[in-house]
């Protein structure tokens, strides 16, 4: 519609408001009810940050999870960008990223460890041909080695995974890839028909004593038992126009009302 032609634009309130929300997902109640609670919300503004830990006073404690240390991670909601950026505060058990469901994430290097149900899947070392990595479930470790062209398949019907109830039967996998030289882990499987199958409980990965950039939607795994969630609510303003070109059918539909004043 020609700028000329408008008579006028009345801005409406925003259908919500711009925040960037931490939802507390508590998980587990089998292993401890007295933490199992709804979803709790915490606000984050442009340039604060929060950190949650078992020693917190406020609603980002949180107590009742043996693997929470006093003070866990931190997350920071840049006040420029708006973006949020994730830190582990050095702690034992580590802080984990959940891959999004039967998606892949590249660039795996050595150190990094990969939760997949109750197996820790560490990267030791590679060569020309094989890569190593270390595997623990409960009180058992094994070193295991493959080849780099071979796929490292996780899950109840391959090596890693057996006699695990939490893992999928085909839970993830990881590859290598010989022209870029990288390591890809992948959530998930592919059924026949081509559709994408994603794990049941997630595949993690660990951050370790790092600061990462993280994205609304993201899953985070603390301590044993406890989940955070991290959520944006976008505004949107919604604006009302009338126009001669309008009102003679000569405009463009957007979706919005016509307003025609009597003259």
Known sequence: ???????????????????????????????????????????????EEIVFGRDIKGES????????????????????????????????????????????????????EILAGRHFIRFLSEDDENSTWEIKYGEDKIIMEFPKNKTINLGRAHEIGKGDGTISTHHGQISYNMETRTYTLTDGCINSDGSKKPSTNGTWLKIGRSTRLIEPKTELKIGEVSYLYLAQVISLNCLLYTSDAADEGLGVDLGGRRIITKK
């Open 1 to 47: 519609v020609p700028y000329a032609s408008i008579k006028k634009i009345i801005p409406q309130p925003p259908i919500s408001t711009f925040e960037g929300q931490v939802y507390m997902i508590y998980n587990d109640p089998e292993v401890n009810p007295k933490i199992l609670k709804e979803k709790e919300k915490v606000k984050l503004e442009p340039g």
């Open 61 to 112: 404690q949180i107590t009742g999870d043996p693997g929470v240390n006093p003070l866990h991670c931190c997350i920071l909601r840049d006040k420029l960008s708006e973006r949020y950026w994730l830190t582990d505060l050095g702690t034992p058990h580590g802080t984990f990223i959940r891959i999004p469901m039967g998606k892949s994430y590249s660039g795996l290097k050595r150190g990094d």
